[in-house]
């Protein structure tokens, strides 16, 4: 490959990532690898594959230099985050370079200057759901985006709920829940509430209005604890829900938790 050839890639390359920042807020350099390295789906599955997508080594290859040149020019932060993690986010030189192209973005420095374990679970899972959900051809708000209210649901969310991750399919919506610590009885008296204004949504006779115009409820997604998914069904059965309205609205997934929470220096 020519020399310009080179340049002119590697520029992609960075831009790439950096508009990759912009949605995500922060990502590791194998989320950069499986995102931008992997081929995406031309269709959308039926429904939301939730295992995490592994980049190939050269996309992991790739993700790191290009990581390491942004970093070095200043466009780019770099922090170690817990179990091993290094995470990347938008410094204000990065974020001016994506205005100059017409791309809203602020930098990232706050959300990598301190935060818990926790918090950083949470989102690094929110990101392995969105990121599987692009590669698997779905149209996707990324937590950070929905935190931002750039999203369907706005500053208002969808019956005043915002979820963690949104993945759409036509006029079908997956709203992803993220349920990795335990809800006060106030916080798990609004879920309750909230499964019970969506069920309503979805079995009115002239359809359902709380996603807008020609959007339709595929499932509720929990990401969280076999605890969690006993007791949300157990208390939903007692509030009058049948097998069928919890077969056809809820999908738990009780793995995605535990994913990622080795060791690994990317």
């Known amino acids: ?29 194998r989320n950069a690898g499986a995102l931008l390295w992997t081929p995406w789906a031309r269709h959308p599955a039926p429904a939301p594959d939730l295992r995490p997508a592994k980049p190939s080594a050269s996309g992991l290859r790739m993700a790191q230099r290009t990581f390491r040149r942004l970093v070095e020019r200043g466009q780019v932060l770099r922090a170690p985050a817990p179990g091993g993690h290094v995470i990347y986010a938008l410094a204000e030189a990065g974020a001016r370079r994506l205005q100059e192209i017409g791309v809203p973005a602020g930098t990232g420095k706050d959300l990598i200057r301190s935060f818990s374990a926790a918090h950083f679970q949470h989102r690094h899972t929110a990101n392995n759901v969105a990121i599987r959900g692009l590669l698997d051809g779905f149209r996707v708000s990324t937590e950070r985006e929905i935190a931002q209210d750039r999203w369907l649901g706005g500053a208002e969310g969808i019956a005043g709920k915002k979820p963690d991750v949104l993945l759409r399919s036509g006029d079908k919506i997956f709203f ?9 009885a106030r916080d798990y008296g609004k879920l309750l509430a909230w499964l019970d204004c969506v069920r309503t949504d979805v079995r009115a006779p002239t359809g359902p209005k709380l996603l807008g115009p020609n959007l339709c409820w595929a499932k509720i997604i929990f990401v969280g604890s076999t605890a969690f998914q006993t007791k949300l069904l157990k208390d939903l059965a007692a ?3 049948p097998q069928a309205d919890l077969d056809a609205l809820l999908l738990f997934d009780t793995k995605l938790l535990y ?4 060791t690994f220096f990317v």
């Open 1 to 29: 490959m020519p020399a310009a050839d080179g340049r002119i890639k590697a520029a992609e390359n960075e831009a790439r990532i950096l508009r990759a920042l912009h949605r995500f807020g922060w990502l590791t350099a």
């Open 176 to 184: 992803a829940e993220i349920e990795r610590s335990r809800k006060n």
């Open 259 to 262: 994913v990622g929470e080795g």
């Open 239 to 241: 509030r009058g829900w």
